[in-house]
């Protein structure tokens, strides 16, 4: 009896023995899958993200949209938001056409005059996609998507993914069109945040530091 306990308990051992020794295997795998992804997938931190965004726009051939938060840029963020205008003017002059959605909120139309004034379309939406979502889309092919510090609208984008993929950028632009429709125009949300506050264009270009000379040329539209 004592030696078929022996036995028995020899057959566990190396049962256990050869799970642990495929447990490590797999996990070797694992591992493997996962580093291979992310050679494919780029992490990127928040400088990186916008040259990521600004070379991209720059290799754009037919459209590029963009999904933005649009919040009032902070003073080293400046230099930022003047390489991406300066890009939304570089390629519509060559054809290029720029649309950028961003949450309906009054102290996003500094930034969506600054790019309307490039020559983007710019609109607003309610969308929830658009809320909690950023990234662009460069030519239905790439896609760079930015990640927030935390929750919310106005968390700063701290890191993002540069991500060649058709598939992924269809996906995007597909949300993007559906809110897109039934945003508001630039021209449109200002002359409406005018007519509901009764705020003056000089009021509104104080408050959020907009050119007051554009301010004015819309309301007057």
Known sequence: MEAVLLILESVLLVFTIVLLLYSIREGKERKAIIMEVGKATKILTRQEYFLAVTDAMLDAKDEVIGCITGRLPKQEDRKRTADITGRIENI??????????????????????????????????????????????????????????????????????RIPSEGLADILRDYFYRCWDSSTTHEEYVRELIRQTGTSPKQLAREFDIDLDELERLALK
Request: charged share 25%; with cysteine.
């Open 92 to 161: 519509m002059s060559h054809g290029v056409t720029v649309k950028y959605l961003m949450p309906k909120f009054p102290d996003r139309l500094h930034i969506g005059t600054l790019y309307s004034k490039a020559g983007a379309e710019v609109r607003y939406s309610n969308c929830l996609a658009v809320h909690d979502t950023r990234y662009i889309v460069v030519d239905d092919a790439l896609a760079v998507i930015g990640i927030p510090e935390g929750e919310g609208d106005k968390e700063s984008t701290k890191k993002g993914y």
